[in-house]
Protein backbone atom coordinates (compact mmCIF):
# COMPACT_ATOMS: atom_id res chain seq x y z
CA UNK A 1 0.00 0.00 0.00
CA UNK A 2 1.28 3.66 -0.75
CA UNK A 3 1.76 5.97 1.98
CA UNK A 4 4.24 7.71 3.96
CA UNK A 5 7.07 6.37 6.62
CA UNK A 6 8.25 8.44 8.98
CA UNK A 7 11.15 6.76 11.56
CA UNK A 8 11.73 6.69 14.24
CA UNK A 9 8.12 7.27 16.25
CA UNK A 10 9.88 8.46 19.33
CA UNK A 11 13.13 10.20 19.50
CA UNK A 12 15.37 11.22 22.56
CA UNK A 13 18.24 13.40 21.84
CA UNK A 14 20.56 15.42 24.29
CA UNK A 15 20.65 18.98 24.31
CA UNK A 16 23.42 20.16 21.80
CA UNK A 17 23.35 16.58 19.21
CA UNK A 18 22.41 17.13 15.61
CA UNK A 19 19.51 14.46 14.66
CA UNK A 20 17.79 13.46 11.28
CA UNK A 21 13.97 12.42 11.08
CA UNK A 22 13.42 10.26 8.15
CA UNK A 23 10.73 10.89 5.93
CA UNK A 24 9.92 8.06 2.97
CA UNK A 25 6.81 8.15 0.36
CA UNK A 26 6.55 5.60 -1.90
CA UNK A 27 2.81 7.45 -3.58
CA UNK A 28 4.99 9.14 -6.42
CA UNK A 29 4.27 12.50 -5.23
CA UNK A 30 6.50 15.83 -6.68
CA UNK A 31 5.82 17.89 -3.19
CA UNK A 32 6.76 17.04 0.22
CA UNK A 33 6.53 18.78 3.47
CA UNK A 34 8.01 19.13 6.99
CA UNK A 35 5.55 20.80 9.92
CA UNK A 36 5.90 21.11 13.17
CA UNK A 37 2.94 20.70 15.97
CA UNK A 38 3.59 21.78 19.80
CA UNK A 39 0.99 20.62 22.23
CA UNK A 40 -2.79 22.21 21.75
CA UNK A 41 -1.49 23.90 18.52
CA UNK A 42 -1.78 24.01 14.99
CA UNK A 43 1.04 22.72 12.56
CA UNK A 44 3.80 24.88 11.16
CA UNK A 45 5.70 24.70 8.23
CA UNK A 46 9.27 24.12 8.77
CA UNK A 47 10.63 23.66 4.63
CA UNK A 48 9.06 22.10 1.70
CA UNK A 49 10.20 20.64 -1.76
CA UNK A 50 8.20 20.79 -4.97
CA UNK A 51 10.87 18.91 -7.14
CA UNK A 52 14.45 16.85 -6.71
CA UNK A 53 17.74 18.59 -5.83
CA UNK A 54 15.44 22.00 -4.90
CA UNK A 55 13.58 22.72 -1.28
CA UNK A 56 12.90 26.17 0.26
CA UNK A 57 12.35 27.56 3.95
CA UNK A 58 9.19 27.50 5.40
CA UNK A 59 7.94 30.01 8.33
CA UNK A 60 9.97 28.36 11.22
CA UNK A 61 13.46 27.26 8.78
CA UNK A 62 15.37 28.49 11.67
CA UNK A 63 17.62 25.40 13.30
CA UNK A 64 16.75 23.08 10.31
CA UNK A 65 18.19 21.24 7.51
CA UNK A 66 16.68 19.20 4.81
CA UNK A 67 18.08 17.58 1.60
CA UNK A 68 16.07 15.94 -1.32
CA UNK A 69 17.97 14.15 -3.46
CA UNK A 70 15.76 11.57 -4.26
CA UNK A 71 11.81 11.68 -5.12
CA UNK A 72 10.92 9.21 -2.40
CA UNK A 73 13.11 10.63 0.22
CA UNK A 74 13.14 14.03 2.42
CA UNK A 75 15.05 14.11 5.36
CA UNK A 76 15.25 16.53 8.00
CA UNK A 77 17.77 17.46 10.33
CA UNK A 78 17.01 19.28 13.16
CA UNK A 79 20.32 21.17 14.28
CA UNK A 80 21.85 22.48 17.79
CA UNK A 81 21.24 25.79 16.46
CA UNK A 82 17.48 24.94 16.87
CA UNK A 83 16.23 26.61 20.33
CA UNK A 84 13.79 24.40 20.94
CA UNK A 85 13.44 21.69 19.32
CA UNK A 86 11.24 19.65 21.49
CA UNK A 87 7.72 18.52 19.67
CA UNK A 88 6.05 16.42 17.43
CA UNK A 89 7.47 16.54 13.51
CA UNK A 90 5.47 15.75 10.09
CA UNK A 91 6.12 14.87 7.08
CA UNK A 92 3.81 15.29 3.92
CA UNK A 93 4.03 14.95 0.48
CA UNK A 94 1.02 16.27 -2.42
CA UNK A 95 1.27 15.96 -6.30
CA UNK A 96 2.00 19.79 -7.54
CA UNK A 97 -1.94 20.37 -7.94
CA UNK A 98 -3.85 17.72 -5.56
CA UNK A 99 -5.87 20.25 -4.47
CA UNK A 100 -3.93 20.54 -1.32
CA UNK A 101 -5.07 16.80 -0.57
CA UNK A 102 -1.81 16.44 1.56
CA UNK A 103 -0.87 12.80 2.87
CA UNK A 104 0.69 12.94 6.21
CA UNK A 105 3.24 10.54 8.05
CA UNK A 106 2.62 9.10 11.28
CA UNK A 107 4.91 11.67 12.71
CA UNK A 108 8.00 11.78 14.93
CA UNK A 109 7.71 13.05 18.55
CA UNK A 110 11.53 13.81 19.63
CA UNK A 111 12.35 15.04 23.02
CA UNK A 112 15.58 16.76 23.70
CA UNK A 113 16.85 16.52 27.36
CA UNK B 1 1.40 37.74 6.23
CA UNK B 2 -1.17 34.58 7.37
CA UNK B 3 -3.14 34.30 10.31
CA UNK B 4 -6.48 31.92 10.79
CA UNK B 5 -9.28 32.41 13.33
CA UNK B 6 -10.86 28.82 14.50
CA UNK B 7 -12.29 27.83 18.03
CA UNK B 8 -10.02 26.21 20.71
CA UNK B 9 -13.06 24.07 21.75
CA UNK B 10 -16.09 22.91 20.72
CA UNK B 11 -18.47 20.16 22.97
CA UNK B 12 -21.56 18.07 21.53
CA UNK B 13 -23.27 15.06 22.40
CA UNK B 14 -24.03 12.08 20.07
CA UNK B 15 -26.40 12.63 17.42
CA UNK B 16 -26.33 16.52 17.50
CA UNK B 17 -24.60 18.49 14.78
CA UNK B 18 -21.37 20.86 15.44
CA UNK B 19 -20.72 23.43 12.82
CA UNK B 20 -16.72 24.85 12.85
CA UNK B 21 -15.40 28.45 11.86
CA UNK B 22 -12.82 29.69 10.33
CA UNK B 23 -12.10 33.06 9.80
CA UNK B 24 -8.51 33.78 7.49
CA UNK B 25 -6.36 36.57 6.38
CA UNK B 26 -4.18 35.48 3.99
CA UNK B 27 -2.29 36.95 0.54
CA UNK B 28 -2.34 34.57 -2.61
CA UNK B 29 -5.51 32.33 -1.61
CA UNK B 30 -6.05 29.34 -3.44
CA UNK B 31 -8.63 27.44 -1.36
CA UNK B 32 -9.82 26.24 2.05
CA UNK B 33 -8.79 22.94 3.19
CA UNK B 34 -10.16 20.77 6.67
CA UNK B 35 -8.05 17.95 8.47
CA UNK B 36 -8.79 15.76 11.22
CA UNK B 37 -6.51 14.84 14.18
CA UNK B 38 -6.94 12.33 16.66
CA UNK B 39 -4.54 12.46 19.32
CA UNK B 40 -0.99 11.20 18.72
CA UNK B 41 -2.21 10.46 15.11
CA UNK B 42 -1.58 12.05 12.04
CA UNK B 43 -4.01 14.66 9.83
CA UNK B 44 -6.20 13.22 7.70
CA UNK B 45 -7.96 15.61 4.84
CA UNK B 46 -11.17 15.83 4.83
CA UNK B 47 -12.28 18.35 2.12
CA UNK B 48 -11.49 21.42 -0.26
CA UNK B 49 -13.31 23.98 -1.33
CA UNK B 50 -11.60 26.31 -3.83
CA UNK B 51 -14.87 28.27 -4.66
CA UNK B 52 -17.99 29.48 -3.02
CA UNK B 53 -20.57 27.05 -1.67
CA UNK B 54 -21.02 23.88 -0.08
CA UNK B 55 -18.87 20.42 -0.62
CA UNK B 56 -20.42 17.46 0.93
CA UNK B 57 -19.14 14.09 1.89
CA UNK B 58 -21.08 11.90 3.91
CA UNK B 59 -21.96 13.48 7.47
CA UNK B 60 -19.37 16.08 6.99
CA UNK B 61 -19.82 19.30 4.89
CA UNK B 62 -17.75 22.41 4.27
CA UNK B 63 -18.65 25.97 3.41
CA UNK B 64 -16.54 28.81 1.97
CA UNK B 65 -17.39 32.42 1.16
CA UNK B 66 -14.27 34.11 -0.18
CA UNK B 67 -15.53 37.53 0.01
CA UNK B 68 -15.78 36.99 3.35
CA UNK B 69 -12.90 35.04 4.04
CA UNK B 70 -14.48 33.09 5.84
CA UNK B 71 -15.46 28.93 5.98
CA UNK B 72 -16.85 26.45 8.08
CA UNK B 73 -17.22 22.95 8.58
CA UNK B 74 -19.92 20.93 9.59
CA UNK B 75 -19.69 17.54 11.43
CA UNK B 76 -23.80 15.83 11.44
CA UNK B 77 -24.95 12.89 13.25
CA UNK B 78 -21.96 13.32 15.85
CA UNK B 79 -20.52 9.90 16.81
CA UNK B 80 -17.98 8.90 19.30
CA UNK B 81 -15.08 8.89 16.89
CA UNK B 82 -15.44 12.44 15.59
CA UNK B 83 -13.85 13.23 18.72
CA UNK B 84 -10.61 14.69 17.56
CA UNK B 85 -9.19 18.34 16.46
CA UNK B 86 -9.86 19.57 13.62
CA UNK B 87 -7.90 22.35 11.39
CA UNK B 88 -8.67 24.69 8.67
CA UNK B 89 -5.97 25.00 6.52
CA UNK B 90 -5.38 27.53 3.55
CA UNK B 91 -3.88 27.23 0.62
CA UNK B 92 -1.67 29.82 -0.41
CA UNK B 93 0.26 30.59 -3.91
CA UNK B 94 2.86 28.01 -5.99
CA UNK B 95 4.00 25.28 -4.05
CA UNK B 96 1.27 24.00 -2.81
CA UNK B 97 1.31 24.91 0.65
CA UNK B 98 -0.76 24.81 3.44
CA UNK B 99 -0.39 27.19 6.13
CA UNK B 100 -2.72 25.95 9.43
CA UNK B 101 -4.93 27.30 12.00
CA UNK B 102 -5.11 26.50 15.61
CA UNK B 103 -7.26 23.62 15.96
CA UNK B 104 -10.53 23.30 17.37
CA UNK B 105 -10.75 20.11 19.62
CA UNK B 106 -14.22 18.42 19.19
CA UNK B 107 -15.59 16.47 22.31
CA UNK B 108 -18.55 14.12 21.98
CA UNK B 109 -20.23 12.97 24.77
CA UNK B 110 -22.52 10.34 25.26
Known sequence: ?113 | GQSLEQPSEVTAVEGAIVQINCTYQTSGFYGLSWYQQHDGGAPTFLSYNALDGLEETGRFSSFLSRSDSYGYLLLQELQMKDSASYFCAVGRAAGNKLTFGGGTRVLVKP
Open chain 1, 1 to 113: DGGITQSPKYLFRKEGQNVTLSCEQNLNHDAMYWYRQDPGQGLRLIYYSQIVNDFQKGDIAEGYSVSREKKESFPLTVTSAQKNPTAFYLCASSTEQGGYGYTFGSGTRLTVV
